[in-house]
């Protein structure tokens, strides 16, 4: 079946522009997050959606960064005033994971390459 | 607060020789650890996965990752390299409550290149 698809797969923009990257999850996941990964690093954790619950918005490096998420499928990030220092590879995961359910792993799509100038 | 060590960098085996990565991990909670492999302009790719079961954990490609709770490491070996597994290999842990996962803390990752 599909899996995770993030769109665009690459994105240039120029510093102070507001950016859209947009992620959908594999259907009937009811988890999806978002990472960030810098070059050389590994993952940073951004956000996480889980049902109808508060998302988990504790890995937002600043309030220029923000996602949504429709129900259980599409989600934006949103990076405005975008700064050369947010050029990374941003990674959308989603997992189906239900309350008293067994453990299910996280899904990778290919992720958006982000360049700032 | 978790957290994951990736202690080599880079590792360069021979093919047909053994592979260890090493990780160890810090966790508050019963952690749940896993081994994620990158291929070069490829997505991330779950190898194996611990999550309060067996402790010696087997994995796909025949990669397999020994959890030791009393030396907070998740060591990942395969005996024998081979060409295809060259790539980027992360040590990832979460701490697990129920089914949820929540976030997942990533190493900083393990370049490993195997040679012919």
């Known amino acids: 079946g599909a899996g995770v698809s993030q769109s665009p797969s690459n994105k240039v923009t120029e510093k102070g522009k507001d950016v859209e990257l947009r992620c959908d999850p594999i259907s009937g996941h009811t988890a999806l997050y978002w990472y960030r990964q810098r070059l050389g690093q590994g993952l940073e954790f951004l956000i996480y959606f889980q049902g109808n619950s508060a998302p988990d918005k504790s890995g937002l490096p600043s309030d220029r960064f923000s996602a949504e998420r429709t129900g259980e499928s599409v989600s934006t990030l949103t990076i405005q005033r975008t700064q050369q220092e947010d050029s990374a590879v941003y990674l959308c995961?989603?997992?189906?994971?239900?309350?008293?359910?067994?453990?299910?792993?996280?899904?990778f799509g290919p992720g958006t390459r982000l360049t700032v100038t | 607060a978790q957290s994951v060590t990736q202690l080599d960098s880079h590792v360069s085996v021979s093919e047909g020789t053994p592979v260890l990565l090493r990780c160890n991990y810090s966790s508050s909670y019963s952690p749940s650890l896993f081994w994620y492999v990158q291929h070069p302009n490829k997505g991330l790719q779950l190898l194996l996965k611990y999550t309060s079961a067996a402790t010696l954990v087997k994995g796909i490609n025949g990669f397999e990752a020994e959890f030791k709770k009393s030396e907070t490491s998740f060591h990942l070996t395969k005996p024998s390299a081979h060409m295809s597994d060259a790539a980027e290999y992360f040590c990832?842990?979460?701490?697990?409550?129920?089914?949820?996962?929540?976030?997942?803390?990533f190493g900083r990752g393990t370049q490993l290149t195997v040679w012919p």
């Open positions: 995961a989603s997992s189906l994971e239900l309350a008293g359910g067994p453990f299910h792993e996280q899904y």
């Open positions: 990832v842990v979460s701490e697990r409550r129920g089914s949820t996962l929540g976030r997942l803390y």
